[in-house]
C-alpha cells in the first residue's frame, strides 16, 4: 500500500492555495485601481500633516508613525511587477538586518553617523534602536531602486543614483527629526560624518541589490517615495 497523506498536511495545503488566491485577488484589484490607491495615500499623509500641525492631536500622530511605515510595506508587495521570489526575500532579510544592526552600533557608539539618540515615536527599541528602523532602510533601498529600474541607466549609474535619493532623502527628514521625537543630536546640528555614512550605506545597499540581478519595478513605489517626501517637507516649512 502507498503511504497516505496525513488530512494534517492536506488542510495546510488547501490552507495555504485559499490565501494565495486571495493575496491574488487583492493584487489585482489593486492594481486595478492604482490611482485609487495613490489616492488613499495622499489623503492618509495629508491627515497625518493635519494632526501634526494641531498642537492637540500632534503627540498621537507623532505615535502614529510606524503605523505609516508599516502601510507602506503591506501595500507595495501587491503593486511588484512579477512574483517576488526566494531570492528577493533574502535579500529583504539582509536589508532589515544589516540596516537595524548599523543603526544599533551607531546609535550606542557614535562611530558611524555621529552621536546622537532615538526618541519615543518610532515605537520599540532594541539596544537603544527601534526595531523598525531596519525597516525604514529596506523600504528606502527598494522603493529608490524601483524609481530607477525602467530608465536606460546602467547599474553603475543606477547604484549611485539611489544613494544621491536616500541621501536627499536623509537631508529632509534630518530638520524634522527632532520635533517628531524620531532622532535627537547631541552636537546640536546634524554632523557632515552622518551624510557621508548615509551615502556610502546606500552605496553599498544598492550594490548589494544589483549583484542579485533581481527585477525590482514597483508601480507604487515612486507615487510613496514622491508623497513621503512632499509629506516631510511640509512638515519643515511649518514645525520648523
Known amino acids: ?50 494632526g501634526m500641525l494641531i498642537q492637540v492631536t500632534f503627540p498621537l500622530f507623532v505615535k502614529l508613525i510606524p503605523l ?16 517576488l521570489s526566494f531570492s528577493h526575500l533574502i535579500v529583504f532579510s539582509i536589508l532589515f538586518v544589516i540596516g537595524f544592526l548599523i543603526e544599533a552600533v ?22 537603544e534602536t527601534p526595531l523598525i528602523i531596519g525597516l525604514n532602510w529596506l523600504l528606502l533601498v527598494y522603493l529608490t531602486a524601483s ?14 543614483a539611489g544613494a544621491l535619493l536616500m541621501l536627499g532623502y536623509d537631508l529632509i527628514i534630518e530638520q524634522v527629526a527632532p520635533a517628531l521625537d524620531m532622532w535627537y543630536w547631541h552636537a ?15 552605496v553599498l545597499f544598492h550594490t548589494l541589490i544589483r549583484v542579485f540581478h533581481l527585477n525590482w519595478t514597483n508601480k507604487l513605489a515612486p507615487a510613496i ?3 513621503q517626501v512632499i509629506f516631510f517637507l511640509i512638515l519643515y516649512i511649518f514645525l520648523i
Do not use: D
Open 1 to 50: 500500500m502507498y503511504p497516505t497523506r496525513k488530512p494534517e498536511r492536506i488542510l495546510q495545503n488547501k490552507t495555504y492555495q485559499v490565501i494565495m488566491q486571495w493575496l491574488n485577488e487583492i493584487k489585482v484589484f489593486l492594481n486595478r485601481n492604482k490611482k485609487n490607491t495613490i489616492r488613499f495615500f495622499l489623503i492618509f499623509y495629508a491627515v497625518g500633516i493635519a
Open 68 to 83: 505609516a511605515l508599516l502601510l507602506n510595506f503591506a501595500a507595495l508587495p501587491f503593486f511588484h511587477e512579477g512574483k
Open 225 to 227: 517615495f514622491s508623497i
Open 147 to 160: 524609481v530607477l529600474e525602467k530608465t536606460e541607466l546602467n547599474s553603475t549609474v543606477k547604484i549611485v
Open 188 to 202: 546640536g546640528g546634524v554632523p557632515l560624518q552622518n551624510y557621508l555614512a548615509w551615502f556610502i550605506i546606500a
Open 106 to 127: 551607531g546609535v550606542n557608539t557614535g562611530l558611524i553617523f555621529g552621536s546622537y539618540h532615538y526618541g519615543n515615536s518610532l515605537g520599540v527599541k532594541l539596544y
